[in-house]
């Protein structure tokens, strides 16, 4: 009974929620689908998990998926919000793999030196929109999306996703918008 009033307490407080969250874990269960559901419910447009390993993707039927595996994507259609999975293929990787295809570019003749900057560059990126958040269990400095995750705010948490409560959602999202986001300056 009070964890459900506390609940509707951080409810109230919650005004500003991120439109790109990353998750950065090895094991994903029944518990993330609610916390999909749980960023529908507060309006997220983007979720985009990333593992080392193989991730169970039976459970995340329904939604608009996307599948980012050693730079191939994969897309099926569904409801909102965008779920990117992406297994097996780092930061390093991407940030190679989009300098290689620039190259080419440049030896093709499609593409002028001179002409590559920063929006060039992130049209090559497999997820392109830069997170507002990272959560991560842990305390070690996730290697994923390297270029979009520069501004981003970290969250170190010691989530379970089999335990993972509604409380813990809205207290990810409390800390979040405590959060001056100042975008490197």
């Not at 951080?10 to 929620?17: N, Q």
């Not at 874990?25 to 390993?53: A, D, P, Q, Y």
């Not at 305390?139 to 948490?157: C, D, H, K, R, T």
């Not at 509604?166 to 100042?182: C, G, M, P, T």
Request: hydrophobic share 40%.
């Amino acid at each position: 009974m009070l964890l459900k009033i506390y609940e509707k307490l951080l409810e109230r407080e919650i005004e500003k929620v991120p439109k790109h969250i990353v998750v950065i874990s090895n094991h994903l269960g029944e518990g993330f689908l609610k916390f999909i559901n749980w960023c529908r419910r507060f309006g997220v447009e983007e979720i985009t998990v990333c593992s080392h390993n193989e991730i169970n993707r039976d459970f995340i039927k329904g939604f608009r998926v996307r599948i980012i595996e050693n730079e191939l994507v994969k897309e099926s259609e569904g409801e909102p919000p965008t779920v990117n999975i992406i297994a097996g293929y780092t930061g390093h990787e991407e940030i190679l793999n989009t300098i290689k295809k620039l190259a080419e570019m440049v030896i093709a003749g499609e593409l002028k030196p001179e002409d590559v900057d920063e929006k060039t560059f992130e049209r090559f990126l497999a997820v392109k929109t830069p997170p507002d958040i990272i959560i991560k269990a842990g305390n070690e400095v996730p290697e994923f999306m390297i270029w979009q995750g520069i501004y981003s705010e970290l969250y170190f948490a010691d989530v379970d996703w089999d335990n993972f409560r509604y409380v813990d959602f809205l207290r990810i999202l409390r800390e979040y918008q405590r959060r001056e986001r100042r975008y490197g300056r």
